[in-house]
């Protein structure tokens, strides 16, 4: 679609936000600047609201500019899913779609997605966005992502879980490391090493204070990031438990450079992994192939990841 359908004055005033300026806005779309000052000069005025706060280092949104702002994106995504079903009425699968996943898909899910839907549908333009749990579930109620997928993700009824499955709980630890070879490994046990633990913001992290606090009072030996590959290079190094999923050490456990550990705890509840999108529209039909997609991708990379026998398992 050579023009967009949604009114300049949103696209002017989305771009600001975006970039924090007049002149910056005015560079990245090729619009003279007094141009964007005057058409939103003129929305400030027809809505008797001011859309920023002029500092003397640009731009920042009001509440009454975060309104518009969430208004022009909410229409140009409705704008991206007319475009694609017009395409689809076609017979051609071709349009854009926002996917927010989470950091451990990179190295596992998501080049698996990329190169299936290159194949496949060539057509479909995709943008990845790795985030938090909390970061997707929020970007989708935005309308900022078509679809995510979370780990943990909190029931909504805002959100439309498309496909879910379980994870069971436990850890990673290196082939070398005195756990490698168990069946599997209680909280305790694992405990008696030095535990690489992930940050608040992931979803694991909060269930593991909230079910069991006791593993944080203990400082010895422990080290704590926001950076999950960070965490499982710890573990790739012999010394470190990491307390996580299959899913979020796919490919370490696929090419057996990391063992996957149940923990047997009573009350360890499994992990989950969803897909999802925003119920309160209709599905459009690429994301639906999209979501198709990805799912076939996590059940491939769950499978790759349990094609190496633990040794424990092998009669």
């Not at 702002?69 to 140009?76: E, F, G, I, Q």
């Not at 989470?102 to 998501?110: P, Q, R, V």
């Not at 990031?225 to 499982?232: H, R, Y």
Request: hydrophobic share 45%.
């Amino acid at each position: 679609m050579p023009h967009s359908l949604v009114p300049a004055q949103l696209r002017y005033v989305d771009q600001v936000a975006r970039s924090g300026s007049i002149q910056a806005a005015a560079r990245e779309l090729h619009v003279a600047a007094s141009a964007i000052n005057r058409q939103i000069l003129q929305l400030e005025e027809e809505l008797e609201a001011p859309l920023f706060e002029r500092l003397p280092r640009g731009m920042r949104l009001t509440v009454a500019g975060d309104a518009v702002v969430t208004l022009a994106r909410r229409w140009r995504q409705d704008e991206r899913h007319m475009t694609a079903e017009i395409r689809r009425y076609q017979g051609v699968h071709q349009g854009h779609v926002n996917l927010h996943a989470m950091d451990s898909h990179s190295t596992s899910i998501l080049p698996l997605l990329v190169e299936s839907l290159g194949s496949t549908h060539p057509l479909i333009a995709l943008s990845v966005h790795l985030s938090s749990t909390d970061e997707a579930a929020a970007a989708l109620l935005s309308g900022t992502a078509d679809l995510v997928a979370a780990f943990n993700l909190p029931p909504r009824r805002e959100v439309l879980v498309l496909w879910r499955a379980e994870l069971p709980f436990g850890c990673v630890v290196a082939p070398t490391h005195p756990l490698a070879d168990a069946r599997s490994v209680s909280l305790q046990e694992a405990a008696a090493y030095p535990v690489a633990l992930q940050s608040r913001a992931l979803a694991i992290r909060r269930y593991l204070e909230a079910q069991y606090g006791w593993l944080f009072d203990q400082s010895r030996g422990r080290f704590e990031s926001n950076s999950l590959q960070l965490t499982k290079q710890l573990a790739r190094s012999g010394r470190y438990v990491v307390f996580t999923s299959e899913l979020d050490a796919a490919q370490e456990l696929a090419d057996g450079s990391l063992r996957f550990v149940p923990v047997r705890d009573r009350g360890a509840e499994p992990q989950t992994i969803s897909i999802a999108v925003d119920a309160r529209h209709p599905l459009p039909p690429l994301v639906k192939v999209v979501a198709e997609q990805l799912q076939t991708a996590i059940e491939q990379a769950l499978a790759m990841s349990r094609s190496r026998s633990r040794p424990a398992d092998v009669i």
